[in-house]
């Protein structure tokens, strides 16, 4: 059994509408958490809830926006009358949108900023007291923050993507020195290249075929790759800290 401490916790997985945010909740309740999952379209997430509740799992689909303050702290409140405090929270939710820094695309800027750091910080707020009053109980605490390979490998017109996934490597390495010593776990994960939809925002043809073309030459991993980690570090004994782990598709150098 390669995962034996997810049976009875209570997660939240956000960006769980697609891609590796989806499989990690799928994945953990199989493996029979009860999980909330977050974000923006209500009917992707009416859809993955009814498939997990069939396969007998237990799930809620909790539509939310998380540059959006008072959405998050309504989802909180959604999820706690549901299904009380968590103890397991994956700060998935993110958005690609890479530009030359020349563009000035203030507004892509801005939404890459608002999304991948300032709504990762809104989803900390809204959970810290579950993970730390679970902790505190002698349950197992997670927080796991789903940053980039682009937090350390620099890339042309990918500047202020790599800058909001080094903020949030950052924000990971810092956090541990507030939560560690109340044994609230914090582990942050790097993927490379994985098959998603997060590259069919980007609005530039040739920056999509740019993506496109490394797919091609190295191949990419699955999200049902990336959940299996999420699983993994967070299955852990809870004195176990997997904290930064770098997955990148065996041909990505
Ligand atoms: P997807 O685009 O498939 O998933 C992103 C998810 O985030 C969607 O479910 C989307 O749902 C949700 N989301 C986006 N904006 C918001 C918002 N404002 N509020 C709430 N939810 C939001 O891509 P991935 O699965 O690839 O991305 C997941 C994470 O993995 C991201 O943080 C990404 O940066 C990271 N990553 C991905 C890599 C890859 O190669 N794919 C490599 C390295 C890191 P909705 O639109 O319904 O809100």
Known sequence: MPYENLAGRTAVVTGAASGIGEAVAVLLAEQGARVALLA???????????????????ALAVAADVTDAASVDA????????????????????????????DGRVDEWQRMIDTNVTGVLRVIRA????????????????????????????????????????ALTYLSQSLRTEFGPRDVRVTNIEPGLTSTELATHIDS????????????????????????????????ARHVNLRQIVVLPTRQA
């Open 40 to 58: 923006r379209r209500r009917d992707r997430l009416d859809g993955i809830v009814e498939k997990i509740r069939a396969d007998g799992g237990r």
């Open 205 to 236: 043809d040739a920056l999509r075929e740019e993506i496109d073309g490394m797919l091609r030459e190295t191949g990419s991993l699955s999200p049902q790759e990336l959940a299996d980690v999420v699983a993994y570090v967070s299955s852990r």
């Open 127 to 166: 959970f810290t007291g579950d993970l730390v009053g679970a902790a505190a109980a002698g349950r197992t605490a997670d927080l796991v923050n789903i940053s980039s390979i682009g937090a350390h490998v620099p890339f042309p017109t990918y500047a202020v993507y790599g800058a909001t996934k080094a």
């Open 75 to 102: 989802a909180a409140e959604r999820i706690h009358a549901e299904y009380g405090a968590v103890d397991l929270v994956v700060n998935n939710a993110g958005v690609m949108l890479p530009n030359p820094v020349d």
